[in-house]
């Protein structure tokens, strides 16, 4: 299911501690609520080989230290990924907020740049973005981590 690519991008509700990533009902229940699906668990991603995958994730909490769903990533053998730690915003229709970090950042790795070059370069676009004041200020929290247990190039 989410094997075989050079580059995974989510844009999913995580919680806090969880081992899950869900997604929204596209219509609103009988209260006029969405509720939450799950979409993938820890589960499904330490059962994937990962391996050189790089992710971009707008999906909350998936920077913090202790995160679970990072822990498996990790241990699916994911080269890097590019994340926000504690609540981030995306777009739902349209790119908002953390979104753009993550058109900028894709477009980067399109050129052939290494994650970290890629992550400069969309930070920089996200920068120019911050001071027009199309983007919040909280999207340039988003750090750039790579694989502590596996050694790869610059």
């Given at each position: 299911m989410i094997e075989g690519y050079d580059l995974l991008v989510f844009n999913l509700h995580g919680n806090e501690n969880d081992t899950v990533w869900y997604g929204e009902d596209k219509e609103p229940n009988s209260i006029g609520i969405r509720t939450r699906v799950?979409?993938?668990t820890q589960d499904h991603i330490?059962?994937?080989d990962?391996?050189?995958?790089v992710v971009f994730a707008v999906n909350c909490y998936l920077g913090d230290e202790m995160s679970p769903m990072k822990a498996a990533l990790w241990a699916s053998g994911v080269k890097a990924i590019l994340s926000g730690d504690q609540l981030n915003y995306g777009g739902v229709y349209k790119p908002a907020g953390a979104d753009h970090l993550g058109i900028a950042f894709r477009w980067a790795l399109g050129m052939r740049l290494t994650p970290r070059l890629a992550a400069v370069l969309?930070?920089?676009?996200?920068?120019?973005?911050v001071s027009k004041g199309i983007v919040k200020k909280d999207t340039m929290a988003f750090?750039?981590?790579?694989?502590?247990?596996?050694?790869?190039?610059?």
């Open positions: 799950p979409v993938i330490l059962a994937a990962l391996s050189g995958t969309a930070r920089l676009y996200v920068r120019l973005m750090r750039l981590e790579i694989n502590p247990s596996k050694k790869y190039g610059p």
